[in-house]
T-cell receptor, first 111, second 113 residues
Framework: DVKVTQSSRYLVKRTGEKVFLECVQD?????MFWYRQDPGLGLRLIYF???????EKGDIPEGYSVSREKKERFSLILESASTNQTSMYLC??????????FGPGTRLTVT | GDSVTQMEGPVTLSEEAFLTINCTYT??????LFWYVQYPGEGLQLLLK?????DKGSNKGFEATYRKETTSFHLEKGSVQVSDSAVYFC????????????FGKGTKLSVKP
């Protein structure tokens, strides 16, 4: 069974903290994506990666960075969390058929 | 750039009513089109998809037809149920984008008994 896991379902951090969101997949997929979901704005692409050590900016990369040291793991990093980064973060993967698989999401609150 | 526009909600219907949620897109070439559903407290699930013009995607009584001439992919269901209450997202993806999805803003549907 396909599995995309995210390290936390709920996370509360303080302004200025460094935050790591982890995504792990067991499908040997090349492509991994980080989106954030906000009411009335839908899902917006932050960063994506189509190979180990490769990364590309999405539509809203400001304030974020990513790391892909291993094929199965794609990390989203908030260098200095701010309140406007309070959101639901979704990890998505896809393989050679480009069918997408979603993780359960991490609801991050920055206070 | 590519974009997806879907009707704004919320949409409130009575049980057994007919549902249409409009979705139009702007894209070069021939994208694949998707409808995703998010039930309260859950993650996104693929509801249906169509990969080429005139394809009809269907699942759980929902249907959508890929209309290239009108760049549309409207979601329809003949008779909604309370359990269909959810947020629905229209999305597109290009072959050359490694599966990158571009989403509409979502339409919240509430079905009353």
């Amino acid at each position: 069974d396909v599995k995309v896991t995210q390290s936390s379902r709920y996370l509360v951090k303080r302004t200025g903290e460094k935050v790591f969101l982890e995504c792990v997949q067991d499908m040997d997929h090349e492509n991994m994506f980080w989106y954030r979901q906000d009411p009335g704005l839908g899902l917006r692409l932050i960063y994506f990666s189509y190979d180990v050590k490769m990364k590309e900016k999405g539509d809203i990369p400001e304030g974020y960075s990513v790391s892909r040291e291993k094929k199965e793991r794609f990390s989203l990093i908030l260098e200095s969390a701010s309140t406007n980064q309070t959101s639901m973060y979704l990890c998505v993967t896809s393989g050679s058929t480009y069918e997408q698989y979603f993780g359960p999401g991490t609801r991050l609150t920055v206070t | 750039g590519d974009s997806v526009t879907q009707m704004e909600g919320p949409v409130t219907l009575s049980e057994e009513a007919f549902l249409t949620i409009n979705c139009t897109y702007t894209a070069t070439g021939y994208p694949s089109l998707f409808w995703y559903v998010q039930y309260p407290g859950e993650g996104l699930q693929l509801l249906l998809k169509a990969t080429k013009a005139d394809d009809k995607g269907s699942n759980k009584g929902f249907e959508a037809t890929y209309r290239k001439e009108t760049t549309s992919f409207h979601l329809e269901k003949g008779s909604v149920q309370v359990s269909d209450s959810a947020v629905y997202f229209c999305a597109l993806s290009h072959r050359g984008s490694q599966g990158n999805l571009i989403f509409g803003k979502g339409t919240k549907l509430s079905v009353k008994p």
